[in-house]
């Protein structure tokens, strides 16, 4: 099978350096999925190389023409280039944290490298409102995306709150009327508050709920219980202490 190009965009998952000028890219692609590159020369400090290397920083998002051979688990890429100039993500603390929980829930659950655009397009949804949102949103935003995320892998938590079932079983992913007999459930504002974001279809909307600090570690710890209980060796998330610092 000989390698063929294709136009794709591309999120950045992660990169490792290669060689002396080189990077290995990891990203999600909306044709093809998770994918790996090689990408030559942009670390070289040359004029075709300079500066091209902070392109491939995580949570980027690519215009790519890319060689794609099914075959082989590291293709190239032709050219790229950025879809959208971030204003702030990358330089704004606490939205960069944001956006590195983003990428490393995302990294986690995603196994095999299967085409699909519809979880492709939420994520480069929840970039783009990150990088322009007001303080209110973007603190609410890691709790959006960890509730909304599943829906794409197939362990969603379903939409049915309400006075009768107001305990969250965490290990059934929906709503109950009576104590599970084990640990992992929600009740009274954890709750409530997961059924608003539920509901909540843009990002905009986050700011119609208020939580403190308190509220926001407990749930971001629940949600992290939920997707271990739901994804084989999840492990744990290395960017939520930072995360739960810098937004409280």
């Known amino acids: 099978m000989t390698d063929k190009l294709h136009k794709t965009k591309g999120i950045v998952l992660r990169s490792v350096k290669y060689g002396e000028t080189s990077l290995v890219v990891t990203m999600f692609t909306e044709l093809f999925g998770v994918q790996s590159y090689l990408v030559n020369g942009v670390r070289a400090a040359s004029k075709k190389g300079t500066g091209k290397a902070n392109l ?13 051979n099914e075959l082989k688990h590291l293709n190239r890429i032709k050219e790229f280039r950025w879809t959208t100039i971030y204003q702030n993500i990358f330089s704004n603390v606490p939205k960069n944290a944001v ?13 095999q490298p299967e085409t699909n655009e519809a979880l492709f397009q939420f994520i480069e949804d929840c970039f783009l409102h990150l990088d322009e949102c007001e303080n209110s949103v973007m603190a609410n935003l890691p709790l959006f995306f960890a509730v909304h995320l599943p829906f794409h892998f197939g362990f969603r938590i379903a939409d ?20 599970p007999k084990h640990p992992h459930f929600l009740e009274g504002r954890e709750a409530v508050v997961t059924a608003q974001l539920l509901k909540v279809m ?3 909307e986050l700011s119609e709920i208020p939580l403190d600090k308190i509220i926001r570690r407990k749930l971001l ?28």
Do not use: W
């Open 160 to 179: 049915d709150y309400n006075t009768s079932n107001s305990i969250l079983d965490l290990q059934e992913g929906r709503f109950v009327a009576e104590l």
């Open 56 to 68: 491939f920083q995580p949570a980027a998002i690519l215009d790519l023409v890319v060689y794609h």
């Open 221 to 248: 710890q629940h949600y992290e219980d939920y997707y271990r209980l739901h994804i084989s060796e999840f492990g744990v998330m290395r960017s939520l202490p930072v995360l739960r610092e810098l937004l409280s």
């Open 99 to 111: 956006a590195l929980y983003l990428i490393e829930l995302l990294t986690k659950c995603l196994k």
């Open 202 to 204: 843009q990002p905009e």
